[in-house]
DNA sequence: TCGAAAACGATAATCCGATTCTCACTTGTC
DNA sequence: GACAAGTGAGAATCGGATTATCGTTTTCGA
């Protein structure tokens, strides 16, 4: 009964592509809803159970419509989509900042993998309070990862190529070993680190030992491997 | 309105759980019932779409009614846990033969590790033809470690107690450094290894060298490091 | 072997959440 | 002022899990 549905939308950003749904002039009150419903979903993401949420929680904590929402999303998923997008975007910009202090190529490489667990981590202390890859987008991440591979794989891009160029600038260095595939490898580096948390729990094993930190832990783990 | 559901169930299995159910003369029935779910449901988990199926589907694959299916299973998520013991026992054993050949404990780990890591592949050639970890459960997996922890642990059990011994074992031969803390060691390698399919979506990067075996590659990483 | 209790099969009913549909009301435009 | 697109409110639909109902069959002790 409704043959629209583009399905087509290449290498645009799905925010972008919710928006331009809408002509243009009306284009300030589309941002502003899709960032309304963008919005009201984050917060919903982070605090309360974290877990899933409803459309209708996100259309009456935005004070939206539900046909709104239908009118600039496809569905939940592309919201989600577009959030995570976003969160991967935050967070590349936020691990930009933080290398920028350290000098060689090996120290951002180090910081780069500390940072980027430490967002991972489900509830710590809420380092940069909002905007956090919460518990939740782990979760998302997965669902992403395996039922949609070319929307996962074009979200995490940012992220992907930063870690691989700052492999290609440590093995410049000779800082790491050469002859390495930098661009898996980077995406071997990412999905150790984001997944980490699942460890524990397949272990068995609930608490670190107070005196460390599990991030650096899994950077020795990296840069050195178990053996001798 | 139903206020049963235990939820007691303790460090018995799930399957031995489902059966328990009912009481003792009817036990050789119910086996083969609780059996006949457990196969259908094997089947279409890993047949067809390898993707989700419904429980009428499995109900009619088994033959059995909907009503005993609710009768011996608190619901489709313990079906689903219930096939999941029996995956990763099954592998655990699996990969206990795999390394009865193997002369030294660092060869041990190295064949678990590889082996281990073929088993958790997508689809490559049907190595144990049935009872492999198929890609759902890669999926499953993740479900249940994030939603049911306790559950979780419990299942990977077998997997981790023996990786964690093999990592004894090797660094009691000094194969592997000292100081490392096996128990957690073992659940980060096992997630790196189960997840690792996922490296090549993040980094957009699809196909392998031909000339890597993508296993030795990451025992490679694990074992050495990056570092120089 | 009889009869109550338990288990069973078939099937309808319910629930939940996403998605779609309907219709009346705005609003901006000419 | 009329028309078309945009919108809100809410009903309707849909898929799939879970429950409930209702006769029928099986089990089992006496």
Redesign the pocket.
Same mark, same amino acid.
Request: overall charge positive; cysteine-free; aromatic content about 12%.
């Given at each position: 009964?409704?043959p629209e549905k583009p399905a087509k939308r290449s290498a645009v950003s799905r925010r972008e592509a919710a928006v331009a749904r809408?002509?243009d002039?009306?284009r300030e #009150?589309?941002e502003t #809803?899709v960032q309304a419903f963008l919005d009201a979903a984050m917060e919903l993401m982070n605090s309360s159970s974290g877990q899933?949420?409803?459309? !209708?929680e996100v259309i009456e904590r935005s004070g !939206?419509?539900?046909?709104?929402f +239908? !009118?600039y999303f496809?569905?939940? +998923?592309e919201l989600l989509l577009a959030l995570f997008e976003d969160s991967v975007r935050t967070v590349a910009a936020q691990l930009n900042e933080d290398i920028a202090g350290e000098t060689t190529a090996y120290d951002r490489l180090h910081r780069f993998i500390v940072e980027y667990f430490h967002q991972c981590q489900p509830a710590l202390k809420a380092r940069t309070s909002k905007r956090g890859f919460a518990p939740a987008f782990a979760s998302f991440s997965h669902q992403l990862l395996t039922e949609h591979p070319v929307e996962a794989s074009r979200a995490f891009q940012p992220l992907a190529t930063m870690l691989e160029s700052l492999l290609a600038a440590a093995a410049d260095e000779a800082a790491i070993r050469s002859g390495l595939d930098h661009a898996r490898l980077a995406g071997t580096i990412l999905q150790a680190i984001m997944f980490n948390a699942f460890a524990s729990t397949i272990s068995g094993v609930s608490a670190h030992p107070a005196d460390v930190d599990p991030g650096e832990e899994l950077w020795d783990l990296l840069i050195n491997g178990m053996g001798k």
């Open positions: 009964m409704s809408v002509l002039p009306a #009150r589309a #809803r899933e949420f409803t459309v !209708q !939206q419509s539900l046909r709104s +239908y !009118q496809d569905g939940k +998923y």
